[in-house]
């Protein structure tokens, strides 16, 4: 697992995928970082703007995933390298979670200099430590669980660009539960879809709340894509 994870993510820097995600994250983080700051300034209380800068992060965070995941898999089987990969005498279930886990580690990284916003909010204006170490672990556990769809769609398809739009058609479809709590008037079907949802579980999270269920929902459900694409991985190699 361990090879995999370091050709993977050294591929993702001998190719332009992880420099075209990490520049657009940069141009997305640097705009929000100065709006936040000069929004904080204006108000008198620069921290003001934290819960509306991770705000702005998350979702460039969560629309960026296809970039990163759209390759695992699909340039494999575009370059015909996969059955060489699949026959080898690593375990399918090592090949899938040491991809996973190179992805992950670039969004870690991407996740990671938003400790930057933090020293800034620390020096000059007043920082809820508990509630950035709970974005932070909110931002985490969504992004492993999308990185696993993005991972299965690619394990899906050689297309990298199906493999991209898929897995953002997929993210999209993962705020339906949100959209509908906001629209229905049950209090039951409000709480049942607030339970399926990735992203209402998030909002606990920004308020500093570590609920291990929310948890264990993340952590279940990147398990539960992680198992399919191993499956799916499976399949091929007996085909």
């Known amino acids: 697992m361990a090879a995999i994870f370091k050709r993977e993510f050294k591929n993702y820097f001998t190719s332009v995928i992880g420099y075209v995600f990490f520049t657009l994250f940069m141009i997305f983080?640097?705009?929000?970082?100065?709006?936040?700051?000069?929004?904080?300034?204006?108000?008198?209380?620069?921290?003001?703007?934290?819960?509306?800068?991770?705000g702005f992060i998350y979702f460039v965070l969560?629309?960026?995933?296809?970039v990163l995941t759209?390759?695992?898999?699909s340039e494999e089987r575009?370059?015909?390298?996969?059955q060489l990969l699949l026959t080898s005498p690593v375990g399918l279930g090592e090949i899938v979670i040491g991809k996973f886990l190179s992805a992950f580690a670039i969004y870690s990284i991407a996740v990671g200099t938003t400790a930057f916003f933090a020293v800034v909010i620390a020096a000059y204006g007043k920082l809820d430590f508990v509630q950035y170490i709970g974005m932070v672990i909110g931002i985490l556990l969504i992004g492993a669980a999308l990185i696993a769809i993005g991972?299965?769609?690619?394990?899906?398809?050689e297309s990298q660009v199906v493999a991209a739009f898929a897995t953002f058609g997929a993210i999209i479809l993962t705020f339906v539960p949100v959209f509908l709590s906001s629209i229905v008037s049950s209090?039951?079907?409000?709480?049942?879809?607030?339970l399926i949802s990735l992203h209402s579980r998030?909002?606990?999270?920004?308020?500093?709340?570590?609920?291990?269920?929310n948890i264990l929902f993340y952590l279940s459900f990147t398990a539960v894509f992680l198992f399919l694409t191993v499956r799916v991985t499976e399949r091929r190699r007996w085909s």
Request: aromatic share 16%; proline share 1%; net charge neutral.
């Open 70 to 73: 759209m390759r695992l898999f």
């Open 187 to 194: 209090s039951l079907l409000k709480t049942l879809l607030g």
């Open 29 to 54: 983080y640097g705009v929000f970082f100065y709006v936040s700051i000069v929004g904080g300034e204006k108000s008198g209380v620069i921290s003001s703007g934290m819960s509306n800068f991770f």
């Open 78 to 82: 575009k370059q015909k390298t996969d």
């Open 62 to 66: 969560v629309l960026l995933i296809p």
């Open 151 to 157: 991972e299965f769609i690619s394990a899906l398809t």
């Open 202 to 213: 998030y909002t606990d999270f920004t308020s500093g709340i570590f609920d291990l269920g």
